[in-house]
T-cell receptor
Framework: LAKTTQPISMDSYEGQEVNITCSHN???????ITWYQQFPSQGPRFIIQ???TKVTNEVASLFIPADRKSSTLSLPRVSLSDTAVYYC?????????????FGTGTRLTVIP | EAQVTQNPRYLITVTGKKLTVTCSQNMNHEYMSWYRQDPGLGLRQIYYSMNVEVTDKGDVPEGYKVSRKEKRNFPLILESPSPNQTSLYFC??????????FGAGSRLTVL
């Protein structure tokens, strides 16, 4: 069962690029890596997902090295509204999707 | 609109009084799950269900029960709530694309 490790917190100034790394040493062959964003008192919401190499969408990029034991969420030019907790999650329905562990997440604070 | 609906959103109850938090999804997802969130502890999985009539324990199942009689519903049952079950609860369902959709959350206080 793939569990994840992330930094507890990060601070960044507005307009900077932020990179949050997640370690998942026990990732299985069929597992996907998915990142979620959570604002206070709301449910987490999907940001981006990848399997290997690099994925980019309108809000973020996800970098995954060849061994897939870690991944890095990149948020370009953050704003105050990006202050939130970010979680990486590893798993997949094909591997049984049992026990999708979120871990403690990374609290990002964007400073004006 | 594709969504996961939880009820109630807020509940204050007393120790020992049985309660049920309902969860319903309209996306025909097979996998559903319950999480609780407490300060500093992130999201911890309580129970999950791979399909109808198939449920299993997550990280913190003690004091909770679940059932999955139909694909769309996955209620969380607290038979005898205690103050340590005061928490924010989230229900989620998983798409075939391995993306979880979460409900808005249910804040429970047990006095």
């Amino acid at each position: 069962l793939a569990k994840t490790t992330q930094p507890i917190s990060m601070d960044s100034y507005e307009g900077q690029e932020v990179n949050i790394t997640c370690s998942h040493n026990n990732i299985a062959t069929n597992d996907y890596i998915t990142w979620y964003q959570q604002f206070p008192s709301q449910g987490p919401r999907f940001i981006i997902q990848g399997y290997k190499t690099k994925v980019t969408n309108e809000v973020a990029s996800l970098f995954i090295p060849a061994d897939r034991k870690s991944s890095t969420l990149s948020l370009p030019r953050v704003s105050l509204s990006d202050t939130a907790v970010y979680y990486c999650l590893v798993g997949a329905i094909k591997t049984g999707a049992n026990n999708l562990f979120f871990g403690t997440g990374t609290r990002l604070t964007v400073i004006p | 609109e594709a969504q996961v609906t939880q009820n109630p959103r807020y509940l204050i109850t007393v120790t020992g009084k049985k309660l049920t938090v309902t969860c319903s999804q309209n996306m025909n997802h097979e996998y559903m799950s319950w999480y609780r969130q407490d300060p500093g502890l992130g999201l911890r999985q309580i129970y999950y269900s791979m399909n109808v009539e198939v449920t299993d324990k997550g990280d913190v199942p003690e004091g909770y029960k679940v059932s999955r009689k139909e694909k769309r519903n996955f209620p969380l049952i607290l038979e005898s709530p205690s103050p340590n079950q005061t928490s924010l609860y989230f229900c989620a369902s998983l798409s075939g694309a391995n993306v979880l959709t979460f409900g808005a959350g249910s804040r429970l206080t047990v006095l």
